[in-house]
T-cell receptor, first 115, second 115 residues
Framework: KQEVTQIPAALSVPEGENLVLNCSFT??????LQWFRQDPGKGLTSLLL?????REQTSGRLNASLDKSSGRSTLYIAASQPGDSATYLC??????????????FGTGTQLKVEL | DGGITQSPKYLFRKEGQNVTLSCEQN?????MYWYRQDPGQGLRLIYY???????QKGDIAEGYSVSREKKESFPLTVTSAQKNPTAFYLC??????????????FGPGTRLLVL
């Protein structure tokens, strides 16, 4: 059974700092790895999806990497801004019978970027 | 506007009452999912559906029921058998291509409270 862990649970950084969020998973037969952002009381917004055959994906100031052999993914945020303050969730995707994509979520890292 | 809508935003349930949460998408996605989010536990999969008139149990299906009569709609009923229903419920959908995992897109959520 896939288990996903995110450390730290909370992180506070000054504006402009580059930062790394960590995600680890137990089952290396992961199908894909997704990073989401969640603002308080809101739904999830997809940030990046890395297929199992890929090593990284980039979108703007965000870069996500995937290392299946070590069971780790990182989300790198460059030049952080107060608007980046949110909870960041990673989720490991596994195939299910019939072709579905079942996500197993970590508990998230709550990020606060201070002025 | 394309997207996923959930209603209501807040829902109150009395003891012994069944309540239904609505989820509608106009993204023409095949797959739809229901998750439950509790503080400190991350998201857990309740039910998912890959095609109309077909659905499968997720990790915590007990006390819940779903239907998928239309591609656009995937309502979730919280039955009286669910003894701890207070949570934030999130609906998601994805274009479920058999040859690759796809990003899941989330609705804004429904917060269910027990009176």
């Amino acid at each position: 059974k896939q288990e996903v862990t995110q450390i730290p649970a909370a992180l506070s950084v000054p504006e402009g700092e580059n930062l790394v969020l960590n995600c680890s998973f137990t089952d290396s037969a992961i199908y894909n790895l997704q990073w989401f952002r969640q603002d308080p009381g809101k739904g999830l917004t997809s940030l990046l999806l890395i297929q199992s055959s890929q090593r990284e994906q980039t979108s703007g100031r965000l870069n996500a990497s995937l290392d299946k052999s070590s069971g780790r993914s990182t989300l790198y945020i460059a030049a952080s801004q107060p608007g980046d303050s949110a909870t960041y969730l990673c989720a490991g995707g596994g195939r299910v019978t019939g072709g579905g994509n079942k996500l197993t979520f970590g508990t998230g890292t709550q990020l606060k970027v201070e002025l | 506007d394309g997207g996923i809508t959930q209603s209501p935003k807040y829902l109150f349930r009395k003891e012994g009452q069944n309540v239904t949460l609505s989820c509608e998408q106009n993204l023409n996605h095949d797959a739809m999912y229901w998750y439950r989010q509790d503080p400190g536990q991350g998201l857990r999969l309740i039910y998912y559906s890959q095609i109309v008139n077909d659905f499968q149990k997720g990790d915590i299906a007990e006390g819940y029921s779903v239907s998928r009569e239309k591609k656009e709609s995937f309502p979730l009923t919280v039955t009286s058998a669910q003894k701890n229903p207070t949570a934030f419920y999130l609906c998601a959908s994805s274009m479920d291509r058999r040859w690759g995992g796809e990003t899941q897109y989330f609705g804004p959520g429904t917060r269910l409270l027990v009176l």
